[in-house]
């Protein structure tokens, strides 16, 4: 659940810092060298996902794939409307195209069939509410404490639904309706600081919730241990893809919710955690990508890698010559 906050302080646009210096005003000369040779140092730490490519993909022969993707920031741009979050065909192609040689699943902090709608691509996992509500084939499913089994089927009744904060959702709508009515009067922009005192004290009548905050965003969410790097882990089990030493889990995402995913990643000792970031950050991230566009870049490269990888794998066994 989460409410839109209207402040000016707003993710950089992709492109922004890609002017160079001598188009920069002169007065800000000096912060703009800062920046980039901060950025610069800080790329050491985290090389970029398209010029180590051809390493990690030399690392990868022989291993299992698994891309998971965040969408806001990652797969769209940050803009000031959610509701017009949209992802360019390009994009949308270029997913299509990697979901054909791996499996995908696109894990947000939005809700399923929200981020569904802008996606829409049936190839792929969904897990929306940052992980909390995942569409999966029917599996048994696994959490380290035993909770949180319940997978039921969805309104199609074709496909899984795992809702681990399934048991939440009376005190979400009994919350919704309380934040409406209390909101219904506030006006728009200028009013966020009077919205969040709202938020908050209706929230401090629900002591299993907690608030957290986004790029622009107040979050109302239960408190349970379950978050994106849960929602990776669960993925991995139902492609049966769990235990498998040979797995190389590929997860881009732009956002603090996404460090619970690179996270597990690192704890598994195996994949590639890509943060998508224009200007440097603390993150668990190896890899980076500047921006969507650069996700873009990255996404094709994986998808044509693979596809020649696979043909010339078939010409040598027809062949008999190596690859
Ligand atoms: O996990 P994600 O897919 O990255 O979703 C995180 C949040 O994304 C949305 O908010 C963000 O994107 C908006 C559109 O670009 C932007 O206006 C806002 O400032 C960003 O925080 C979405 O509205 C949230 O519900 C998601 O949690």
């Not at 990652?74 to 299509?96: H, K």
């Not at 929200?114 to 499913?141: C, E, T, W």
Request: proline share 5%; charged share 25%.
């Amino acid at each position: 659940m989460g409410f839109q906050r209207s402040s000016n302080r707003q993710k950089e646009q992709p492109g922004i810092s890609d002017v160079s210096s001598n188009e920069r005003a002169p007065n800000s000369c000096q912060g703009a060298v800062s920046d980039d040779a901060n950025y610069s140092s800080w790329m050491v730490e985290h090389p970029s996902a398209l010029t180590s490519f051809d390493q990690m993909m030399k690392d990868a022969k022989g291993k299992k794939i698994v891309v998971f993707l965040d969408y806001d920031g990652t797969l769209s741009p940050i803009v000031n409307d959610p509701d017009r979050a949209f992802m360019s065909d390009e994009m949308r192609a270029s997913v299509r195209e990697v979901a054909k040689y791996f499996p995908t699943a696109i894990i947000s902090g939005r809700s399923r069939d929200k981020v569904k709608g802008f996606v829409q691509l049936s190839n792929i996992y969904y897990a929306g509410s940052h992980g909390m509500d995942i569409m999966a084939p029917p599996r048994p499913a696994r959490s380290s404490d035993g909770k949180y089994h319940t997978v039921s089927l969805d309104r199609k009744s074709n496909e899984a639904v795992f809702q681990p904060a399934q048991t939440f959702l009376p005190s979400i709508q009994k919350i919704l309706k309380e934040l409406e009515e209390a909101i219904m009067k506030i006006q728009g922009a200028r009013d966020y600081g009077m919205l969040e005192e709202k938020v908050k004290s209706i929230m401090k009548h629900y002591p299993d919730f907690g608030l957290g905050w986004g790029k622009k965003v107040m979050e109302i969410r239960p408190s349970i241990e379950w978050n994106k790097g849960n929602a990776l882990e669960y993925l991995l089990d139902t492609l049966a893809l769990g235990n498998c030493t040979d797995v190389l889990p590929v997860y881009i995402g732009d956002d603090q919710t996404d460090e619970d995913a690179f996270k597990v990643i690192r704890k598994r000792g195996q994949g590639y955690p890509i943060v998508v970031a224009s200007s440097p950050k603390d993150t668990k991230a190896s890899y980076s990508l500047h921006d969507p566009s650069e996700v873009l870049a990255f996404l094709l490269r994986l998808a044509r890698w693979r596809k020649a990888s696979s043909s010339s794998r078939s010409l040598s066994q027809i062949w008999g010559v190596g690859s």
